[in-house]
């Protein structure tokens, strides 16, 4: 374990409430900023729940961002560094990262993502209440940006991997795990709309930030604290599978039931931070298992036996898909944040139209996938759509912009 990062300075531009920020910039009827985020993300999921066609844009990846505008890429900590930064750089760092943040809004982005998700131990910081601070700013940073926006924007708590991405064999044992991911859940719920826990290399890692956030809400029942949903979003090796070797279908179910019996709203799964191609993949899967579509808001099956649906009652809800790729070449299986002396290099055959390509066709909105790591017989269009759409490392802006304005025609 690395030693641990003091703070030096935190800057107190943004030390103002996340209640206080959001009465300055948005209007809503009842003056209760609160209700006003709970009614966002409720009429977002009434809408996509509506209807397969819809969508909900989500942002690209940000510490590629930061690092394309001055902010160091600090092979320890990473996109971290944006908010600890020193003394003198951290109200610079700060304003870079709203920057980024609107940025991506400007670009189409409904929800924007916490840069939360290098505060980690795994990356030395092993003082729980200093984890609660440092995230404390992401949030309120990316609430800030989100209440600048002319349109509503939806602001996802980031919970990323707490030792390695990528590394199932790596992460902590589950009441370690648990503990550790306390402390981002408390400094974080005042300002999102929903939980992110994102490029989650297996299903016990996932079901850690589930029991964290169960655990909290536990501990507060008395103080009738708003209990915000969660997304899960795994990473996938390039055969479509965890990173751990397991089928996508067999670890969400196990996402699903864990979920349910720890009473915490799963409302979508999504896959992130690897290879578009190997998406498709995990799609092909999906599509393909009949007994799988009971848990998808849309399933492909035209109907379900009366007794399976009997069964379904009073069990989990029905989850959305998503998906955001990186730009990233594909990483070793043994690689670690730790040992790299350099970023991973980017693709050069991924463009901002290549890309949408892949999304389009996630989507369902090509009938005839013949290329992009698509088979001619992939039955992804006719089976499952995703719906939460963004990017990962690697996908800035630009790469929204493009896919914003195809999927809104």
Same mark, same amino acid.
């Given at each position: 374990?690395?030693?641990?990062?003091?703070?030096?300075?935190?800057?107190?531009?943004?030390?103002?409430?996340?209640?206080?920020?959001?009465?300055?910039?948005?209007?809503?009827?009842?003056?209760?900023?609160?209700?006003?985020?709970?009614?966002? +993300?409720?009429?977002?999921?009434?809408?996509?729940?509506?209807?397969?066609?819809?969508?909900?844009?989500?942002?690209?990846?940000?510490?590629?961002? +930061?690092?394309?505008?001055?902010?160091? !890429?600090?092979?320890?900590?990473?996109?971290?560094?944006?908010?600890?930064?020193?003394?003198?750089?951290?109200?610079?760092?700060?304003?870079?990262?709203? !920057?980024?943040?609107?940025?991506?809004?400007?670009?189409?982005?409904?929800?924007?993502?916490?840069?939360?998700?290098?505060?980690?131990?795994?990356?030395?910081?092993?003082?729980?209440?200093?984890? *609660?601070?440092?995230?404390?700013?992401?949030?309120?940073?990316?609430?800030?940006?989100?209440? *600048?926006?002319?349109?509503?924007?939806?602001?996802?708590g980031s919970l990323g991997p707490l030792v390695?991405?990528?590394?199932?064999?790596?992460?902590?044992?589950?009441?370690?795990?648990?503990?550790? #991911?306390?402390?981002?859940?408390?400094?974080?719920?005042?300002?999102i709309d929903c939980y992110l826990a994102e490029?989650?290399?297996?299903?016990?890692?996932?079901?850690?930030?589930?029991?964290?956030?169960?655990? #909290?809400?536990?501990?507060?029942?008395? !103080?009738? /604290?708003?209990?915000?949903? /969660?997304?899960?979003?795994?990473?996938?090796?390039?055969?479509?599978?965890?990173?751990?070797?397991?089928?996508?279908? !067999?670890?969400?179910? *196990?996402?699903?039931?864990?979920?349910?019996?720890?009473?915490?709203?799963?409302?979508?799964?999504?896959?992130?931070?690897?290879?578009?191609?190997?998406?498709?993949?995990?799609?092909?899967?999906?599509?393909?298992?009949?007994?799988?579509?009971?848990?998808?808001?849309?399933?492909?099956?035209?109907?379900?036996?009366? *007794?399976?649906?009997?069964?379904?009652?009073?069990?989990?809800?029905?989850? +959305?898909?998503?998906?955001?790729?990186?730009?990233?070449?594909?990483?070793?299986?043994?690689?670690?944040?730790?040992?790299?002396?350099?970023?991973?290099?980017?693709?050069?055959?991924?463009?901002?139209?290549?890309?949408?390509?892949?999304?389009?066709?996630?989507?369902?909105?090509?009938?005839?996938?013949?290329?992009?790591?698509?088979?001619?017989?992939? /039955?992804?269009?006719?089976?499952?759509?995703?719906?939460?759409?963004?990017?990962?490392?690697?996908?800035?802006?630009?790469?929204?912009?493009?896919?914003?304005?195809?999927?809104?025609?």
């Amino acid at each position: 374990m690395r030693a641990l990062h003091s703070i030096a300075f935190i800057s107190s531009t943004y030390t103002r409430s996340y209640r206080h920020i959001i009465t300055l910039n948005m209007s809503t009827s009842s003056g209760n900023s609160e209700a006003y985020s709970i009614s966002l +993300l409720r009429k977002h999921l009434k809408r996509l729940q509506s209807s397969s066609s819809e969508t909900l844009i989500l942002d690209g990846g940000t510490g590629e961002e +930061l690092f394309l505008r001055g902010v160091p !890429d600090d092979r320890k900590i990473w996109s971290a560094k944006a908010i600890i930064g020193e003394q003198y750089h951290s109200s610079k760092y700060h304003s870079t990262l709203e !920057d980024v943040h609107q940025s991506f809004i400007d670009a189409g982005s409904q929800a924007i993502t916490t840069n939360s998700y290098g505060i980690t131990p795994g990356v030395g910081f092993t003082d729980g209440q200093e984890v *609660k601070r440092l995230v404390d700013i992401s949030g309120e940073i990316a609430r800030k940006a989100a209440s *600048k926006s002319p349109s509503p924007v939806l602001v996802l708590g980031s919970l990323g991997p707490l030792v390695e991405s990528y590394r199932a064999d790596l992460i902590m044992k589950h009441d370690d795990g648990c503990a550790a #991911y306390q402390y981002a859940v408390e400094g974080l719920h005042p300002y999102i709309d929903c939980y992110l826990a994102e490029t989650m290399s297996c299903c016990e890692e996932a079901c850690q930030a589930i029991d964290a956030i169960s655990k #909290y809400y536990n501990d507060h029942i008395e !103080d009738e /604290i708003v209990q915000h949903p /969660i997304l899960v979003s795994f990473t996938l090796n390039s055969d479509g599978k965890t990173r751990n070797g397991e089928s996508v279908v !067999d670890a969400i179910q *196990k996402l699903i039931e864990y979920a349910h019996e720890k009473n915490i709203e799963l409302i979508g799964v999504l896959f992130n931070c690897c290879e578009p191609e190997a998406i498709s993949k995990a799609l092909d899967e999906i599509g393909e298992n009949q007994h799988f579509q009971r848990y998808l808001q849309h399933s492909s099956s035209q109907s379900i036996s009366s *007794k399976t649906q009997q069964a379904l009652e009073g069990g989990p809800s029905k989850i +959305l898909l998503g998906a955001y790729a990186n730009r990233l070449a594909p990483v070793e299986a043994d690689w670690t944040l730790e040992s790299s002396e350099e970023a991973q290099g980017m693709r050069d055959d991924l463009s901002p139209d290549q890309y949408s390509d892949f999304v389009n066709r996630w989507h369902g909105r090509c009938n005839h996938p013949t290329h992009h790591g698509l088979s001619s017989d992939s /039955i992804i269009d006719q089976r499952v759509g995703m719906q939460l759409i963004g990017g990962c490392c690697g996908i800035g802006p630009q790469y929204i912009s493009v896919l914003a304005k195809q999927l809104k025609e």
